[in-house]
């Protein structure tokens, strides 16, 4: 459709812009706009009006799509129904109009879009299905967020694997992003875990496994201040020398932080997943929180309560805030507004999400509501993306044997189930190149996919015998459905689909039902990603990869390519080669790495 250029300026520019910059248009939106051109003249109405009306129809049986004739509001709705069946030129893109109430339906000819997606899949690949809606935009995603030296409990988890998701659907909807992870790095604990690191620290411990170090050593200094009352003290001391900016103190504590982001970059790493900035509650200093401090009092907010400083925020029903006490101390939620503050100066975003759990709810209704008491007009760009819980022992995550563990231990035992698996299939296994890495992957699929599989808000058990299945809707489940994909072309590898051949397939034996039901989804996909751009719900696309590995394995039984002649072969391959782009690059925005073999 490139070629052949729109008489409609806006379109003609939207049509080389996407040449330019090769990101896909879906084929379907072309028959819009195909749609389109004719309607501006029949309705009077402008692009964009006649854009923002097109709805789905309620089944497949009244058409491809409607337009709903209310939104146009150009007059009496089944007098223009009537005059655009009467006018509509057929063509050979649409082939059916008609009037139903408020909405006129729309028919497409459906092969060549079917073939047109087919071809846009394989010729995009890992671009298939990106947009460049949010070109121009800046968006900020601040997930994970451990706090050093206390567990990455379950909270963190979900907020690593859904935070992750959310930067890649930002980045496929053409935003420019940072993604940070703003550690729990600061506070009166840091003093407490200085005193107890010169009590019961190990330096060859710390260098080896920093995270496991420093949480036993605030255990057992924990245990220590129930004995003795003047560790805290000691440790308050410690910590004000910390606030003041004491280079003898804060070095203890920089080490403690580098060795632990070292740690958990580990993980990070093996998780697939790479921050742009590490920031945390450390980087605001007492000095940016009295001009924090000060903007809240001109304002008039503040006001002393008990030995603190508070807002008060019930007649907006969200309670009292504590800003600080008056030894000078600040707090989580204080630093949060001066982080607020700087990101919003520094970056100028579009927005900001916040990916926490759902016990932080009230916490950040209080931090939106005081940015915008203060006159923050940029407040309504901040976003909390909040989850439900992993219902699991103590809100940690734990063994079969129950024990506290960290991430890496779930991730190893996961992985040391799915290896298990593989193994029970000697011919297989023989075939895998590197086995421990490809049962890893499949162990991180099997858990990111039970944490996306169900709406963010809902609570969930953390099942480890049903999300290492290889049926149902889990990880294993997908990346066995690629690694199938995968497998067709290797097993007709005398022939292959290549960007050159592409236009010679015979795309046009492609009419079974099964192979059309799997062209219909690998055209939807642009949508879905759309929409995952205002959602942000990762079960959405779960669902959709769950349908598209279905269709594709229904296809299986009638749609061979071992044995048939070459041209059907070569359709065919097409058809399991564009499935096989939409279902890998939803996998890869789902934080997985699609498998080949497994
Ligand atoms: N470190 C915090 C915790 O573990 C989460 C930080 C969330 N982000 C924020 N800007 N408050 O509870």
């Keep these: 459709w490139s070629n052949e250029k729109s008489t409609i300026p806006e379109l003609k520019k939207a049509q080389e812009l996407a040449a330019t910059t090769l990101e896909s248009i879906p084929v379907v939106e072309t028959y819009k706009f195909k749609l389109i051109e004719q309607l501006i003249t029949i309705t009077g109405c402008d692009v964009d009006t006649l854009y923002g009306s097109f709805i789905k129809t309620k089944a497949k049986t009244h058409g491809d799509i409607a337009i709903s004739l209310y939104q146009l509001k150009a007059g009496n709705p089944a007098e223009l129904a009537k005059k655009i069946v009467d006018q509509f030129k057929l063509n050979e893109y649409v082939t059916k109009v008609t009037a139903a109430g408020a909405f006129a339906n729309f028919t497409f000819n459906h092969l060549p879009l079917y073939y047109g997606t087919i071809k846009q899949a394989i010729r995009l690949g890992k671009k298939y299905g990106t947009n460049t809606l949010g070109l121009g935009k800046f968006g900020i995603v601040e997930y ?63 260098k080896k496994d920093a995270i496991k170090h420093l949480f036993d050593v605030y255990v057992k200094i924990n245990q220590d201040m129930d004995e003795d009352p003047t560790i805290d003290d000691q440790a308050k001391a410690y910590f004000k020398r910390m606030e003041n900016g004491d280079k003898d103190a804060l070095v203890l504590w920089q080490r403690f932080r580098d ?13 697939n997943i790479k921050f742009d900035l590490y920031s945390g509650e450390s980087q605001y200093s007492l000095s940016q929180m009295r001009v924090v401090l000060d903007e809240l009092n001109s304002k008039g907010l503040l ?63 209080q ?37 506290v563990v960290f991430l890496a231990d779930i991730l190893d035992q996961v992985q040391e189930e799915m290896h298990n698996v593989m193994k029970k299939n000697e011919a297989k296994y023989a075939q895998i190149e590197d086995p421990e890495r490809v049962s890893d992957i499949i162990g991180m699929s099997a858990v990111k996919i039970q944490d996306m599989a169900a709406r963010r808000i809902k609570d969930y058990d953390f099942d480890i015998d049903r999300m290492t299945s290889f049926e149902g809707d889990t990880g294993p489940y997908l990346q066995y459905a690629h690694a ?33 039901a799997v062209i219909e989804l690998v055209q939807e996909y642009p949508n879905v990603i759309r929409e995952l751009g205002q959602t942000y719900e990762p079960c959405n696309l779960v669902t959709y990869a769950l349908r598209l590995s279905h269709a ?16 059907l072969a070569y359709a065919r391959l097409a058809l399991y080669g564009a499935a096989r782009t939409a279902l890998g690059n939803a996998l890869t925005l789902l934080g997985l790495e699609p498998l080949e073999r497994m």
């Design 484 to 516: 199938r994909l995968s497998s067709i072309q290797r097993k007709r590898d005398d022939i292959s689909v290549t960007l050159e051949n592409l236009d010679d397939i015979k795309l046009d034996l492609l009419t079974e039902p099964s192979a059309l």
């Design 303 to 365: 006001k002393p309560d008990n030995g603190a400083l508070v807002i008060d925020l019930k007649e907006h029903g969200h309670g009292t805030a504590v800003i600080g006490k008056t030894d000078g101390s600040m707090l989580y939620l204080s630093r949060d507004i001066a982080a607020a503050d700087y990101r919003h100066k520094t970056y100028d975003f579009e927005k900001l999400f916040y990916v926490v759990a759902s016990q932080q709810d009230h916490h950040f209704k």
């Design 259 to 271: 060795l632990s982001i070292a740690g958990y970059e580990k993980t990070y790493n093996r998780l």
């Design 144 to 206: 994970s967020s451990p706090n050093i030296a206390k567990v990455f409990h379950v909270g963190h988890l979900r907020s690593t694997i859904i935070g992750s998701f959310l930067h890649k659907i930002l980045d496929a909807n053409g935003w420019s992003t940072l993604s940070i992870n703003y550690l729990g790095d600061w506070g009166k604990q840091f003093g407490i875990l200085a005193i107890g690191f010169q009590k019961h620290g190990s330096e060859e411990l710390l």
């Design 552 to 567: 594709v394995s229904s296809a299986y039984n009638d749609l061979w390519v071992v044995g048939q002649p070459e041209d």
């Design 367 to 403: 931090l939106f509501k005081i940015l915008e008491l203060m006159g923050k007009t940029w407040t309504d760009k901040c976003t909390h993306i909040s989850f439900g819980m992993i219902k699991s022992k103590n809100g940690t995550l734990s063994t079969r044997k129950g024990n």
